[in-house]
């Protein structure tokens, strides 16, 4: 749990709370002691009872004989923090809050079951595989892909990147809004408020993104080309900040 503040945002470093009353921990101590023992405790029992009720649900189509042409997808809305970078919580654009579980199971049209996909996927690819698969197609303007030629295990796959967004929440004001763009070895991110400082890493060197190589001139192209495709991208999908102040 490397609580290292080098290189991150200045948000991130002031030390405030970033969500859900929780803070950066910079002694590299989640919570304490004993929190963080019943926080783990309670999280491996939630995974385990998420997995028990999926396992219930798949036994039952089973019997009920309609796995076949039955689709189930579990995800989840986002990842967690469990000390890493001394954070806990979510919405920062580390891996281990962007990253989320995608399990799929559609024996129809999945003949290798337990094969792992490494390809980038969204949840908006969610949608656009319901929408696919149920013969309505998908709309060309659609961010989402059809994950069909990952189901079946073709090479027709294409994306190479993926844009996230998180907007400053009203509740949370120490997150600044963001925008991230992430292939399978680079990432850059870019806050909206001034003065935080962007990121970029490379994650093939440090996957654990603890080296902010932002203003590293060895990066200076590489930074540069991520930079023009962030903006490609955000005027692409006509990136908007919405005035969340109104919802509250």
Not at 160 to 174: C, K, L, M, Q, T
Request: contains cysteine; negative net charge; charged residues 30%.
């Amino acid at each position: 749990m490397n609580a290292s503040t080098d290189g991150k945002p200045r948000s991130l470093r002031t030390g405030k709370p970033m969500g859900h009353n929780h803070h950066w921990y910079p002694d590299g101590k989640f919570i304490g002691d004993k929190t963080w023992e019943i926080f783990m405790r309670d999280y491996v029992r939630t995974v385990r009872g998420v997995d028990d009720a999926i396992g219930r649900l798949l036994d039952k189509l089973d019997k009920m004989r309609i796995s076949e042409n039955t689709l189930v997808i579990h995800t989840s809305d986002h990842g967690y923090f469990h000390g890493e970078f001394g954070l806990a919580d979510k919405r920062w654009m580390y891996d281990p809050s962007i990253r989320v579980p995608y399990l799929i199971r559609y024996p129809k049209l999945i003949r290798s079951p337990g094969r792992i996909v490494e390809d980038l996927v969204l949840s908006l690819d969610i949608p656009a595989t319901i929408m696919d698969l149920s013969g309505l197609g998908v709309p060309q303007n659609f961010q989402g892909h059809s994950l069909k030629s990952l189901m079946i295990g073709t090479d027709e796959w294409t994306r190479d990147a993926v844009f996230i967004e998180y907007f400053e929440d009203p509740p949370f004001p120490a997150l600044p809004t963001m925008i991230c763009l992430r292939t399978t070895d680079e990432k850059i991110v870019h806050y909206l408020r001034e003065g935080e400082g962007d990121e970029f890493y490379d994650l093939v060197r440090d996957p654990g993104e603890q080296r902010n190589v932002i203003d590293d001139s060895e990066y200076a192209g590489r930074v540069s080309q991520m930079k023009n495709r962030l903006e490609e991208t955000r005027n692409r999908y006509d990136f908007t900040v919405p005035d969340l102040s109104k919802q509250y």
